[in-house]
């Protein structure tokens, strides 16, 4: 036991004795390579404490491998890969690559199972190398469509999937004529509402005030007017017209607005053109004779719208003129001692010419004072004045004029045959 117990002591006084002789800070040396480093070996390098000559290690690290150029060693192809390797000169080691398979050569899509509109389809390609097939599926078809319908909801006319709910009818109200329309399906729903006529007016017929249909055509204006100074006015509707109401008449005469009828004023002219021929034998100491072919072309009315003359119950008077042509004139003289003269010329007076009104009244030319007829017509002649008319060449002509006369339709007459002895049988009317 108590040998035991002094061993102990000893080595531990010797343990105390080595401690106490390690240096406190190490002096190395440089670095010396023991072994050198290869691609497949790390080397290793130590030092040594110049005091105590304690030993350190440290490892150098693994060189690269220095490898040669890659060789292909299998080619790919596009059904398998290929490889290549590479050798390190110095260790003989080798290192392996897989090369990429090469791309498939494929054909064009073709459908192998066909689209619907509820199904894709399949679209397949093919390798042409390798016979690798390539799978896709294909888009659905279009659903094609038909609108919905007022019963129906949108319907695909393939597969009669529907889409949405019936649109329902739209409807069109009613009109005069049509019943409620639907503008889709034009299904019908009741009965026209029926025209609502304005009746007709003087201007429009008769109207529908919703729809504007006519029917028949305007009443037309009743004019009326109570005389000839106020403009008529519509009796229905109270418009003016254009025109002002009716004359008050009297002898062709308007008594309100002095107007005259010239349609109630007339000459009848016998015959016209006719030629007649007057002849005059003098009974002078000379023995004149002449004689005067003539024929009337033109017989003319004028109203004057004015009091003149006799006719003062009238406000106007007539004027008539007659134009005379003369057609062919001789004139002679026969003196007392035997000498004889001819002219070419003739004279002729006024009053071979008369008017007769409606009545019978004779009417004589401006030029003839007084007049009275005998003979035939049965009225003693008891005085002749007269005013010679001038030398007349044949192809001249001349006036006759009849003035202040009275509205009303008066007769030319005149003389034919001979003048001295008042021949009034072959009066004209």
């Known amino acids: ?207 529908c005030t919703v729809c504007n249909t006519t029917e028949g055509a305007p009443m037309g204006h009743t004019f009326s007017s109570p005389d000839c100074k106020t403009l008529e006015t519509c009796e229905k509707c109270g418009v003016e017209g254009t025109n002002m109401g009716s004359h008050q008449f009297e002898n062709a005469f308007c008594k309100l607005c002095r107007y005259v009828d010239k349609s109630a004023i007339s000459i009848n002219v016998p015959s016209l053109p006719a030629e007649r021929t007057i002849t005059y034998d003098g009974h002078y100491s000379d023995e004149r004779h002449y004689t005067s072919k003539y024929k009337v072309t033109a017989a003319e009315v004028k109203v004057y719208d004015y009091r003149r003359g006799p006719y003062e119950d009238f406000p106007f008077y007539i004027s008539i003129s007659i134009t005379i042509e003369y057609v062919d004139c001789y004139y002679q003289i026969n003196y007392g001692d035997g000498t004889i003269e001819h002219y070419n010329y003739c004279n002729i007076d006024y009053d071979c010419f008369y008017l007769i009104d409606s009545s019978g009244e004779i009417h004589m030319p401006e030029n003839i004072s007084t007049y009275d007829f005998g003979g035939s017509i049965g009225v003693v002649a008891t005085s002749r004045k007269s005013i010679v008319a001038k030398e007349n060449e044949a192809g001249s002509t001349e006036t006759v004029k009849f003035e202040n006369l009275a509205p009303g339709t008066y007769t030319l007459c005149f003389l034919e045959g001979d003048l001295d002895q008042h021949s009034f049988d072959n009066m004209f009317n």
């Open 1 to 207: 036991m108590k040998k035991g117990l002094l061993i102990t002591t000893l080595i531990a006084l010797l343990l105390l004795c080595l401690v106490g002789c390690e240096c406190k800070e190490h002096t190395f040396g440089e670095w010396t390579v023991e072994s050198e480093a290869t691609c497949s070996m790390p080397g290793k390098e130590v030092r040594i404490c110049e005091k105590c000559e304690k030993v350190e290690e440290r490892e150098i690290s693994v060189l690269e491998h220095s490898f040669n150029e890659w060789v292909i060693e299998k080619d790919s192809t596009c059904a398998l890969e290929g490889k290549k390797i590479r050798t390190c000169e110095n260790c003989k080691k080798t290192e392996e690559m897989q090369l990429a398979k090469l791309k498939h050569t494929y054909s064009d899509w073709f459908e192998c199972e066909p689209s619907t509109c509820t199904t894709r389809g399949t679209l397949k390609r093919t390798c042409v190398d390798c016979s690798a097939e390539e799978t896709i599926p294909s888009d659905k078809l279009e659903h094609n469509w038909i609108k919905a319908t007022c019963f129906t909801p949108k319907i695909c006319s393939v597969c009669e999937t529907t889409e949405g709910d019936a649109m329902g009818h739209s409807w069109n109200d009613a009109t005069c004529v049509l019943p409620k329309t639907c503008t889709m399906c034009q299904a019908t729903e009741g009965t026209p509402k029926g025209h609502t006529w304005k009746d007709a007016n003087c201007t429009e017929p008769k109207t």
